[in-house]
């Protein structure tokens, strides 16, 4: 049922005339997602040996980075996956953007139903050698997005009513969580790249928050699964933001003060795995 889903999100664009696919957003990010397996290099540990699973594009993002007590962590992540600290302390992360493309291996796109706002609440852990990503939330703009991806890989994910506009180089975005069976939490930004997009450098702190191939959760039996990603190295800009609103960490107990550290990333494509036991 859960594949059923994404190939009704991701699938079924195959009859599209190539006039069509000229004209409609986000048809052009198949290409590029397919490319992404040809650029390895940089990836701590090689590519998984079976062929990748979904695939989709992320554009105009922020990443917004707040200093966390790893104690205040304490039973938000699981005991299973052991907090990564940078500096003396966890790392959070608020991050925004636009998915587009989504689509699984060999299918198009669907137009409209691949591309929607979504917006990600992040830490850091590593199990087994792998650095990775444990999402404390996901909510996305498109319903049957959310259905799906908590089905496929176990995420928490919850539909929020979303906006996303370009005003020239700034991006607005806000997000009002309406799941009924999520707590309460609601997210706006103003923010624009500044500075040319550069590479990360390993050893730093954005490396750190960015260089990450593979997310974490567990199964109903509570034990590890791991979901292996794969993208080119992050070309990560310095930016400015405004968040006039981010209540985001609220029902997990975190505050998030002090001022962040932000990123912009224009563009990154991406394609994922299936999730798979860890065996430690």
Known sequence: MANAAISRIAGGAAGLSEAMVT???GLDDPARQSDVIREAEHRPWPLPGEPWFMAQSWGDLLFAHWPV????LAGVVPDQLPIDSRDGAAWIGVTPFVVSGLRLRGTAPVPVVSRFPELNVRTYVTVGGRPGIYFLSLDAARRSAVFAARRSYRLPYFRAQMAQRRSGDEV???????????????FAARFRPVGPAVPTLPG?????LTERYCLYTLDER?????????????PLQKAVAELPQNTMASPFGIELNGEPTFHFAAQQDVVLWRIQPVNQ
């Not at 007590?69 to 205040?72: I, K, L, M, N």
């Not at 730093?204 to 750190?208: A, C, G, K, T, V």
């Not at 509570?222 to 992050?234: A, D, F, K, T, Y």
């Open 204 to 208: 730093s702190l954005e490396h750190f």
């Open 69 to 72: 007590p790893v104690e205040a």
């Open 222 to 234: 509570g034990e590890v699964l791991r979901g292996e990603i794969h993208h080119p190295p992050w």
């Open 172 to 186: 607005h975005f806000s997000s009002n969580r309406i799941s009924p069976d999520g707590p309460r939490a609601t």
């Open 23 to 25: 004209r409609l957003p």
